[in-house]
């Protein structure tokens, strides 16, 4: 599915931009910005600003977030950032502080 | 395209930049990493790092082994090997002690295998033609870092100028050999490869 995998012993400092799906097991600061979905597994740990279509968190963010589609928070994930997406998802058991936006007018 | 197997699962222990991302920073990690994709910055390594022939990599690289089949544009020291494959391209200098350069790869830079010496000069030459693999290359070097010790006294036949000053910046790095007469200078690089040899393991 995922062709772009951040394995979990992996620091990334900087900025990730593409075209396709991404996998983020690693730590990961900086900025994130796809056109396709971004999964942070729940080893991921996400110090970054995010800008994608989809976003799955099941592991830790810090840092804004701002989806054209959909943001999903799954149980067990801890988020803090702001959460702009038409679309958002928070799951029993997910922690989360921050903003959320639906209004959002893109599609 | 992709020489390795495709997974099938996000699981496993396995980094892979794909062929549409682009990283800029600085990227560390313990595991294996395939790049077909772009990285820029600074990258360090305590596995494998793998530029596959989509991949570009413009950073300094710091790893234990390195397979180039892509563009690596930077510096790449390993402390286990650097294969250039034959798609691999590659501007930079290479800090490893094995080096393998084969037929078809493209490579401008310096090699250096290590062996305490600052990189010499007259090894830049040699690398280019090396088509073999590292155990036959190697003969081909050894002797090129061998000679700059021989240069040192002024006794070499055609002392390129930095060699000079490589000498006079490090004078005491080793207690200085008694020179070797010019013309027999095969027997002292003979000699000198042993002890080189003997060193290493």
């Not at chain 1, 959460?83 to 998802?89: D, F, G, S, Y």
């Not at chain 2, 790049?35 to 690289?61: C, D, F, M, P």
């Amino acid at each position: 599915m995922a062709n772009t995998i951040i394995g979990s012993s992996i620091v990334i400092d900087g900025e990730i931009s593409g075209d396709e799906d991404l996998v983020i097991q690693g730590t990961v600061k900086g900025k994130i910005s796809l056109k396709e979905s971004l999964f942070v597994e729940a080893s991921g740990v996400v110090e970054a600003d995010i800008e994608v279509q989809n976003v799955d968190i099941a592991g830790r963010v810090t840092g804004n977030i701002a989806a054209t589609d959909k943001v999903e928070l799954k149980a067990d994930c801890r988020v803090v950032g702001d959460v702009r997406a038409p679309r958002i998802l928070i799951a029993d058991g997910a922690s989360f502080k921050g903003n959320v936006d639906m209004d959002v007018k893109e599609r | 395209m992709a020489a390795t197997k495709e997974f099938s699962s996000t699981g496993g222990d396995a980094t892979v930049i794909g062929p549409s991302i682009l990283i800029s920073g600085k990227l560390t990690g313990d595991e294996d990493l395939t790049v077909r994709g772009r990285v820029e910055g600074e990258l360090n390594l305590s596995k494998t790092l793998i530029v596959e022939t989509s991949g570009i990599v413009k950073a300094n690289v710091s790893v234990r082994n390195a397979i180039v089949s892509g563009v690596v544009v930077g510096n790449i020291t390993a402390s286990e090997s650097v294969e250039l494959t034959r798609e691999g391209r590659m501007v930079g200098d290479i800090n490893s002690p094995r080096v393998i350069i084969v037929d078809g790869a493209s490579f401008r830079g310096h090699v250096d295998m290590g062996n305490a010496e600052p990189r010499p000069q007259s090894e830049r030459p040699a690398a280019r033609p090396v088509v073999r693999p590292a155990t036959t290359s190697r003969p081909a070097t050894v002797p090129a870092r061998a000679a700059i010790p021989v240069a040192r006294p002024a006794a070499k036949p055609q002392p390129p100028p930095i060699a000079k000053v490589e000498a006079a910046a490090k004078p005491e790095n080793k207690p200085a050999p008694p020179p070797p007469p010019p013309q027999p200078v095969l027997v002292g690089e003979a000699g000198k490869k042993k002890v080189l040899v003997k060193k290493k393991k």
